[in-house]
């Protein structure tokens, strides 16, 4: 496996200076050739042609670099090494310079249509930011780095989307749709596991679309709604009961009225469909005596 290697590259500034002289002295040489002897014309005519040579060959060798970028160099077909030094460079002109980004980049998979852990059919996207930080591993070890990135993504998120319901019915079960920061942790780490071979690390990784696929959304939906009335009932239920035995507790300790099982039963009875009903009771009088 190749692993990036810094090269320190000469300063283009005075590589700049160095070529500006070549010339220059390839001109004199060219002038001086007419006021010259005949015997030091073709000597100082090939100097400067030389000169001239030499001076074009030499400028074949400058390159940029921009800040947050990287060049590759190859020497032909073995990698030399990686100029990270931001500015005007020169290397030797027989150098292949491959200019490679290492800012932070993002891109958002496309929506992909996946059976959940309970089968499901659902549909999800993901937004990945990642950049290099190799960029020999990235130059060589992968065709395409972007575009391996953005298969590689789509892959792992695939898998993720498998191994997780949408929604858990269990306590203390992870669902892709509850637990959001455990499952983009989750998937951070399955991607970066991917991409490592690329010489690419991966910052952040986030679910961006969730749902269920068209066919079944409207029964998930219908489902939901019946968990939340359940849920729902069970409250109303729960603090029912806790006022029908405030309601005894109170009326035993004041002595209002003593009530054998059977009549406690049916105030029991009574005060729950009050307050569990869905609808406004209508109240009922009784004219006569009490066991009447």
């Keep these: 496996m190749i692993k990036e290697v810094r090269f320190n590259a000469a300063s283009g500034f005075l590589m700049l ?43 074949c060798g400058f390159f940029i670099v921009h800040p947050n970028k990287a060049a590759v160099l190859q020497f032909f077909g073995k990698y030399v090494g990686t100029v990270k030094d931001a500015g005007l460079r020169w ?31 659902i549909e999800i996207g993901a937004v990945v930011v990642w950049k290099v930080i190799d960029s020999a591993e990235a130059t060589f070890q992968v065709e395409n780095y972007e575009n391996y990135v953005n298969i590689q993504s789509e892959s792992a998120l695939r898998t993720l989307a498998s191994h997780y319901s949408y929604d858990s019915h269990e306590k203390d079960g992870l669902s892709l749709r509850a637990n959001t920061d455990e499952i983009a942790a989750r998937l951070r780490h399955e991607i970066q596991e991917r991409l490592a071979v690329a010489g690419v690390a991966v910052e952040e990784a986030r679910i961006s679309h969730l749902a269920y696929a068209p066919e079944i959304a409207a029964a998930m939906l219908q489902r939901q709604q019946a968990s939340a009335i359940v849920a729902a009932r069970q409250k109303i239920v729960e603090g029912a009961v806790g006022m029908v035995e405030m309601a005894l507790d109170m009326l035993s300790q004041r002595s209002v009225v003593n009530l054998d099982e059977e009549r406690k039963a049916a105030m029991v009875c009574n005060l ?21």
């Design 17 to 59: 200076f160095i070529v500006l002289a070549l010339f220059v002295g390839a001109i004199v040489a060219f002038i001086c050739v007419k006021h010259v002897d005949a015997a030091a014309r073709v000597p100082l005519a090939l100097s400067g042609v030389g000169m001239l040579i030499l001076g074009i060959f030499t400028s």
């Design 91 to 121: 290397a030797n002109p027989f150098y292949v310079k491959c200019t490679v980004s290492l800012r932070t980049r993002n891109f958002e998979t496309n929506r992909l249509k996946v059976n959940d852990f309970d089968g499901n059919p």
């Design 272 to 292: 729950l469909v009050v307050l569990c009903g869905e609808r406004s009771t209508q109240p009922v009088i009784n004219a006569g005596t009490l066991h009447h």
